[in-house]
């Protein structure tokens, strides 16, 4: 476990612009809407017949995971790709860390290679914050998601999502379903849905899935889905990782269906407009039943698609963040 | 030129009258106006009704195509680029408030490109300021202005456009 103290220290520049980007907790709305109004920007080039632009040509990125995730390394290569960078994938925990390499050689190593971002995800909390704190003041550094603290990028892909089918955020009460005691996804959803401006958020969930004290996070906690679904505009559904079967959080797959996997039934009790997420990959059966997940009230394929734009967005603007402190830093600078 | 007879409107009309022998010349027929973000789209939408043009404007905001990222980051208040129609065989009309060094019509021209391939482009532009730094030259212009080193000049609007030579702070 790494610590992962007062994030903004360090992934905010002396003129409070996203250097690395790290985790939604703290950052201003100004901040955040200027991640969404980037983002949209980039989703929009999706008319254009070449997908690419020059923003980030001559850089090199390079995803360091840490932690398998097939969905995830695919949008940030092809978020970087679509940005002109030159992009290295690497799978660390079955290369340098079975050579008994070290986590700081390895960063040594590759900072050699004149590498200008790092893209981190790790099954430790606070890693990707270690990794800013330890690279040389040119690279920057974007969480891909570390342990259950944050999965800041999955956040903003979702608030897109929400402010392009919404609008807004204020008039809005959002639920959030599922395993919340393991889910970096929900913390950093809170988090970024907080500082927007959400009218209510309510998590709902099983005792055995619900961290102590997650009321203290500005939630109302509910253990009962048709009750805590009730009037619900939006509803975000998490990931159930299948261990937590096997290690008696949980009775069954069907039994968590029965009480908390999202069917018509259930979504009748929220707003007759409300829309249903998923970070995914979805559980078919298990977290949403298939006539929701493909069905018109889903935002889930949308999800995918902003994920790349949000994704642009924070590389090209941690990598901007740099460039301006770079330049604040200069001798010649005004 | 001084800034005693910028009339904006005055050199809008002359734009217009310029821009439709240009495209007589060319044998151009239905182009498409294409405004570089935010005076450009300004005086597009002028000479589109100048022209008696029926279809939408195009809207370039050439932020994430700087050549100057490496030096001055990106843009905070980039806004998507909106071209309603495919570019590919299109004759462009482009517009931009000032050229001076060439830059951001070079960008403007390479993000035009990645719509499509158009059949030709007409540069079409309020001011010239010279100092070019690339070559690039507008097919139609306003007005040639030498400022001083450190005068600059800014088109505010949109309604009415106005044209004011400030020394630079």
Do not use: C
């Not at chain 1, 080039?45 to 969905?71: C, D, H, W, Y």
């Not at chain 1, 999955?154 to 379903?177: C, N, W, Y």
């Not at chain 1, 935002?299 to 941690?318: E, H």
């Amino acid at each position: 476990m790494f610590e992962h103290n007062d994030p903004n220290r360090i992934q905010l520049n002396s003129s409070g612009q996203l250097r690395h980007f790290l985790t939604t907790e703290g950052l201003s709305r100004e901040l955040l809407t200027e991640i969404l109004d980037t983002a949209d920007s980039f989703v929009d080039m999706g008319a254009k017949q070449i997908k690419k632009m020059p923003l980030l040509r001559g850089r090199t990125v390079v995803n360091l995971f840490f932690e398998a995730s097939t969905r995830t390394l695919s949008t940030f290569e092809l978020a970087a790709k679509r940005l002109s960078a030159d992009v290295l994938n690497l799978n660390i925990s079955t290369s340098s860390t079975s050579k008994g390499e070290t986590l700081k050689d390895t960063l040594m190593t590759l900072e050699a290679m004149h590498s200008d971002m790092f893209v981190v995800r790790h099954a430790d909390s606070g890693a990707a914050h270690f990794i800013a704190s330890q690279v040389t003041p040119h690279v920057a550094v974007i969480n891909a998601g570390d342990g259950r603290h944050a999965h800041p990028t999955q956040a903003m892909l979702d608030m897109l999502t929400i402010r392009r089918h919404k609008g807004s955020f204020e008039p809005l009460t959002f639920a959030i379903v599922g395993d919340i005691l393991h889910s970096r996804v929900a913390r950093s959803q809170i988090h970024a849905l907080r500082t927007l401006g959400a009218r209510e958020i309510r998590v709902i969930a099983p005792k055995t899935l619900l961290p102590r004290h997650i009321e203290a996070m500005g939630v109302k906690v509910f253990t009962d889905m048709r009750e805590g679904l009730k009037d619900v505009d939006v509803i975000m559904m998490l990931r159930l990782q299948k261990e937590r079967m096997t290690s008696a959080l949980l009775p069954s797959e069907s039994e968590f269906y029965k009480l908390y996997g999202m069917t018509t039934e259930k979504l009748a009790y929220a707003h007759p407009e409300a829309v249903v997420m998923h970070p995914g990959p979805i559980n078919r059966g298990v977290e949403i039943e298939s006539a929701i997940a493909d069905g018109p009230r889903s935002l889930i394929l949308d999800q995918v698609t902003n994920g790349i734009a949000v994704r642009m967005a924070v590389m090209s603007m941690a990598m901007s963040g740099q460039v301006v402190e770079k330049q604040l830093q200069h001798p010649s600078a005004n | 030129m001084t800034s005693d007879n910028l009339s904006v409107d005055a050199l809008l009309d002359s734009m217009g009258k310029q821009l439709k022998a240009t495209l007589e010349q060319r044998q151009i027929e239905n182009p498409l106006i294409v405004g570089i973000r935010t005076g450009g789209v300004w005086l597009a939408e002028r000479l589109q009704q100048q022209l008696a043009l029926q279809e939408p404007i195009g809207v370039l905001d050439i932020s994430f195509y700087r050549d100057d990222f490496t030096q001055k980051g990106l843009n905070p208040s980039v806004q998507p680029s909106q071209l309603q129609s495919d570019t590919n065989g299109r004759h462009i009309i482009l517009v931009d408030d000032v050229i001076m060094s060439g830059r951001t019509v070079r960008a403007a021209l390479n993000e035009l490109f990645d719509f499509g391939r158009p059949a030709s482009v007409t540069l079409v532009t309020l001011l010239d300021l010279q100092r070019r730094e690339l070559p690039v030259q507008a097919d139609v212009v306003g007005a040639t202005l030498v400022l001083g080193p450190n005068q600059v000049v800014k088109l505010s609007g949109p309604e009415p456009l106005e044209l004011t030579i400030r020394q630079r702070t």
